[in-house]
């Protein structure tokens, strides 16, 4: 039985170029840490096999203090095989970090040619595929040298399953998945992670990214740990990452400013105080909430963070603005008779009620 990790899409040293200097390396330096997470965790449970399939980093632009760590790193864990597989954002080209380190001699890097490296010593042979900058449109499962059905045949490679034959990110099927004869295949490219799943008799899996770094990365992120033997798999989901993004919908049609904040503050609490929350609030309200997330995640219980995406529409009926002789009353008045007619879009009523609210619209937005 052979006791084996498999992660992939890192993107050590991603730019995060939407967030301050100081955010970004910090969102940097929580990867690194990942990194060495993950190392630790091979060390602890003895693993024999680390199959990390694409998207080391996040591009040739890579750290002299990344490339140190991560070198220090393979090196602590002599008694575990690395196989690493280009993706797209880290392809195998001249200019490559990949051919700048130094690496041990438990570190196979795949190149552009599909390759097998035996380990006799496991009864295992590893195959593998890496993206060279050019290569995007070859198929990373299929066309692998003969298999020698007496051992465990492993694929570590990037792709795009089901991205279509326009897909410049190596793209495959699940058809192709189970014409390939292997017994598992460790796959990267989607940040979103499987389950340990099956095609034919071929096991594989997308252990997803190790760290979420958005809204379009939701849930908790890790890495795949379990053991294989010839014809048979197991596999768990390990959660790494110390935080996590989500999203969630909620209707606050006909309620109050305090009874939305209410519903917001019960809709939010079971996240936990790990969670990065975006509330994207909808339905028909007489006028702007006039909400922030400050004010949902206001004590330890709740989420780090809150961001409000306010969708909701003003709702078709008379309200006391309609009534007020106030500058609010008078912009009330206006703007919901060209809404009617549609002459404007019902969110200028909304931003400009919040506007004279003296309200931060990007704020309440959520926009970034």
Known sequence: ??????????????????????????????????????????????????????????????????????????????????????????????????????????????????????????????????????????????????????????????????????????????????????????????????????????????????RGRGFDETGYKGFLFGAMEKGNVAAKFIPISNHRYETVTVDVTGLTRLETLEKLRKTALPFGRETVLRMILTGEVEEGLLLSGAEISHSAEYPASVELKDRTVPAPRFTELEKSNTLKGVFYRLMAEKVEKGEVPSDALKYGLLALDDRNVAELTGEE
């Open 1 to 210: 039985m052979i006791r084996f990790v498999h992660a992939g899409d890192l993107h050590l040293d991603a730019p995060f170029s939407l967030r301050t200097p100081g955010e970004a390396e910090r969102r940097r330096t929580e990867l690194r840490g990942d990194l060495s997470s993950l190392m630790l965790y091979i060390r602890q449970q003895k693993v024999d096999l680390c199959l990390l399939s694409g998207d080391l980093f996040d591009g040739n632009a890579v750290t002299h203090e990344t490339l140190s760590l991560l070198e220090r790193e393979l090196a602590s864990c002599p008694d575990c095989r690395f196989f690493i597989a280009p993706g797209n954002h880290d392809p195998l080209t001249a200019g490559s970090p990949y051919r700048t380190m130094k690496l041990p001699a438990n570190v196979h890097i795949f190149g552009s040619e599909k390759a097998c490296v035996r380990l006799d010593d496991l009864g295992v042979d590893v195959y593998g595929f890496g993206f060279d900058g050019r290569n995007g449109g070859c198929n990373p499962v299929l066309g692998y040298p003969k298999k020698d059905d007496s051992r465990i045949n492993v694929l570590c490679c990037h792709g795009d399953l089901e991205g279509g034959s326009d897909s410049p990110y190596c793209p495959f099927t699940k058809e192709d998945l189970a014409a390939s004869g292997f017994d598992y295949v460790a796959l990267g490219h989607i940040h979103k992670g499987t389950d340990l799943q099956k095609a034919g008799e071929v096991f594989w899996a997308y252990p997803g990214c190790i």
